[in-house]
């Protein structure tokens, strides 16, 4: 069973088969971020990154949510932890829609997705990487308090930097303690 978690703004909740649309649409951008996730994607690609994203909880226990706002029900992106074969680490990774960049949703659900795997799945430290052309992920492994503690080749052949996550409720100075 995938659990649903809340924030202020956000109900964090499985991926399903109506999700397509969102994922179409963020895959299918030949311009903007969806580039660093693979695209841009056929719409029948990103079902199957839909259908992997929901799959992933049933193989590895946790994954990736979907983003819904809690004002108006709207599903504007996707956070979690995953874990793929083949990939040394896990990794928290978060993507929106472009409407909803800009209002630090993604700031909101990763902080309670780190949350989720340092309390839950018991990661220490959570992580996340990414290829260093990625400003906005990076600007956003610092504000959540993330450090580099290390620069990897990955399978795919990219070179990124591993950013340590502090729990939420720590500092970056009891975290590395």
């Not at 799959?55 to 932890?81: F, N, P």
């Not at 309670?112 to 340092?118: L, Q």
Request: charged share 25%; net charge negative; with cysteine.
């Amino acid at each position: 069973m995938i659990p649903v978690l809340e924030t202020p703004r956000l109900i964090l909740r499985a991926p399903e088969t109506a999700d397509h649309a969102l994922y179409a649409a963020f895959l299918g951008r030949a311009d903007g971020p969806s580039a660093f996730y693979g695209g841009p994607l056929r719409p029948d690609e990103a079902f199957q990154r839909l259908a992997a994203d929901r799959g992933h909880w049933a193989l590895r226990g946790h994954g990736k949510w979907i983003l819904e706002r809690r004002s108006d029900g709207q599903a504007v992106g996707g956070c979690g932890l995953v874990h793929p074969p083949g990939w040394p680490r896990h990794e928290l990774t978060w993507w929106l829609a472009e409407e909803a960049r800009g209002a630090g949703l993604a700031t909101e659900a990763s902080v309670a997705a780190i949350r989720w795997g340092y309390d839950v799945l018991g990661l220490d430290p959570v992580e996340t990487h990414m290829r260093d052309e990625n400003a906005a992920a990076h600007a956003l492994a610092r504000r959540l308090g993330g450090w580099v503690i290390a620069r990897e080749r990955f399978p795919d052949g990219a070179t990124r930097d591993v950013y340590a996550l502090p729990h939420p409720d720590r500092t970056q100075r009891e975290a590395m303690a």
